[in-house]
């Protein structure tokens, strides 16, 4: 089944012309269904790139989906029109009394700054501390998972000397993990991040955190936090296949210090079209997210949380 969009999203289009299953939300409102209510918390500068990113990844199960585009209620960006924002997006403070099914909170490119020196930061905190009534599970990427285990365990993010950047295998920790259903012993993800979560500390803050996937390389990469019905994505299976290219590219013609990304190029060769080896398991993935929730998410909206 599709998820909805509407029709003048641009993501409708790019996902329609893909094969992924899209509905408009006058169509999709006639079907005697209750679809699951999946918000996208937007945090990166390129909106229209992450929502299509991840819509593609909820849209292909066979669920409906009605997604929800959310910002930070305050911060303007800088990089997406306004009327976009105006037409697609609900700020924070307007739906907070709402309930979903799943939430999403996307990373940011603010890794660099202490979590409190963020402009919002306080709203941030108010949303992870709402997902706790309102939200039956949350899902956080990158710089968004790290707030996340900050703010609930008192985990910590340290700075690299150098950027962890390029396509590295993952260890599959957890084979038994509904969220694993399907994955390989070992798969490869992208990663873009100047910082990092130690393993160490998340073995060392308890409180029921189990780290799924995890790299000797680049450290844990998916954690699962049931008492606060979450899971912790470091790295990046919804990037396309250009995303880290796109990365490259503009730190080369910026003049930033920047190593070519590893194991992805052919060869190491930034002038070779690049291989996308993660998809079927950014699928696995996400499909595996949406599953669970399915089946343990209420029937009533108004008891999630409860």
């Known amino acids: 089944m ?15 012309d893909e094969g992924v299953m899209v509905m408009g939300l006058a169509e999709a ?3 005697d269904i209750r679809p699951l209510k999946i918000a996208l918390l937007n945090l990166m500068p ?55 099914d799943g939430l999403l909170i996307t990373g940011a490119p603010i890794e660099h700054l202490p979590f409190e020196d963020v402009t919002y930061w306080n709203e ?9 009534t309102h939200v039956h599970s949350t899902f956080a990427i990158c710089w968004g998972a790290m707030a996340m285990l900050k703010e609930f365990h008192g985990v910590d993010k340290h700075m690299l000397k150098d950027k962890a950047f390029g396509c590295f295998p993952q260890q599959n920790m957890e084979p038994a993990s509904p969220y694993l259903r399907g994955f390989s012993d070992e798969c490869l993800i992208p990663v873009s991040r100047w910082t990092e979560v130690r393993q160490a500390e998340v073995e ?10 995890g790299s000797p ?7 699962e936090d049931p008492k ?22 503009r ?53 999630i949380g409860a």
């Not at 941030?124 to 706790?132: D, G, H, P, Y």
């Not at 060769?269 to 499909?287: E, V």
């Open 2 to 16: 599709p998820i909805r969009l509407p029709s003048t999203l641009p993501a409708f289009e790019v996902l329609k």
């Open 29 to 31: 409102d006639r079907q």
């Open 46 to 100: 390129k909106k229209i790139q992450t929502e299509n990113q991840f819509a593609r990844l909820i849209g292909a199960t066979p669920l409906q989906i009605d997604l929800t585009l959310i910002r930070m209620s305050e911060h303007q960006t800088k990089n997406t029109t306004a009327d976009h924002m105006e037409e697609f997006y609900r700020p924070f403070q307007d739906l907070k009394n709402e309930r979903f």
């Open 124 to 132: 941030l905190r108010e949303i992870m501390a709402w997902t706790q």
């Open 204 to 213: 060392a803050a308890g409180n029921g955190l189990k780290t799924l996937l």
């Open 217 to 223: 390389h680049t450290g844990p990469c998916l954690i």
């Open 228 to 249: 606060h019905r979450a899971l912790y994505i470091f790295n990046h299976f919804e990037y396309d296949s250009g995303t880290l290219k796109q990365e490259y590219d």
């Open 251 to 303: 730190d080369i013609e910026a003049g930033a210090p920047i190593n070519v990304p590893i194991n992805y190029y052919p060869d190491d060769d930034p002038q070779k079209t690049p291989m996308n080896r993660w998809r079927s398991h950014a699928h696995l993935l996400y499909g595996n997210w949406i599953n669970v929730i399915y089946q343990n998410t209420p029937f009533d909206p108004e008891n």
